[in-house]
DNA sequence: ATATCGATTATCT
DNA sequence: GATAATCGATATG
């Protein structure tokens, strides 16, 4: 069943609405013959104001202009050297606001996705690997910020887009965020509780 | 199993 | 010049 988009207003309020909203959504590249898809299981959310995490607390510069702008387009930053990350803003235009993607569950294109992160499939069996951490599941979806910051999210004609279909989230758990040193104390990682994909080291049993 | 570290560059101070 | 919304490799218990 193909997902249909999240109009625009969907990504117009508190990041913290829209990233407990988006789990359980479906995050789509459909790029000439590439087709892949995945469910979202974790996300945080960034806030535009008292959040000295949010790459938006430096001002509306070039490279956060995004955060500043319409909700539901991409921003894609790069990292350490090495990775992209996938955010959409959110909050109306001129409010800055948005939520990371951490964490996908491969759905179809798993052979392409194991090619773009260099991952042979067959021996650790590990479907974890793809797409589990934020620069894992950027690298899977080929998402670069010359290529993708900036797209409009919510239409099926970008080659990057989000949307639904019948799946319904199980419990949400909320966390700390991970991997920031600024404002490390507020729970605003949302997972889906049940979900193997989520970022960090594998689930044990207890 | 956990701990530590190097990679590599855009951005900000 | 220092730091960063990370990852993967290596070392150690």
């Not at 956060?64 to 702008?69: D, E, I, Y």
């Not at 409009?152 to 080659?159: A, C, I, N, R």
Request: proline letters at 10%; aromatic letters at 8%; a positive charge.
């Amino acid at each position: 069943m193909t997902p249909t988009p999240l109009p625009r207003p969907f990504y117009s309020r508190d990041p913290r609405r829209v990233a407990r909203a988006l789990l359980g959504k479906v995050l789509l590249r459909d790029d000439g013959p590439l087709h892949l898809s995945a469910r979202i299981v974790e996300v945080e959310a960034y806030l535009g104001k008292n959040d000295l995490a949010a790459h938006s607390a430096a001002g509306n510069t070039a490279r956060t202009a995004v955060l500043f702008g319409p909700p539901g387009y991409a921003y894609v930053y790069f990292i350490y050297g090495n990775h992209y990350c996938l955010n959409v803003s959110c909050e109306p235009d001129g409010k800055p606001g948005g939520v990371l993607f951490r964490a996908l569950e491969p759905l179809t294109g798993i052979d392409a996705m194991a090619r773009a992160r260099k991952i042979n499939l067959s021996s650790p069996r590990d479907l974890r690997s793809l797409t589990s951490g934020p620069g894992r599941l950027a690298q899977a979806f080929g998402i670069t910020r010359p290529r993708d910051n900036g797209l409009d999210l919510t239409s099926p004609s970008s080659t990057l887009w989000i949307g639904e279909d019948s799946f319904r989230p199980g419990k949400i758990q909320v966390t700390p965020r991970i991997g920031i040193r600024k404002a490390a104390d507020h729970p605003l990682r949302y997972i889906l509780a049940a979900s193997p994909f989520v970022s960090g080291p594998k689930p044990r049993k207890a």
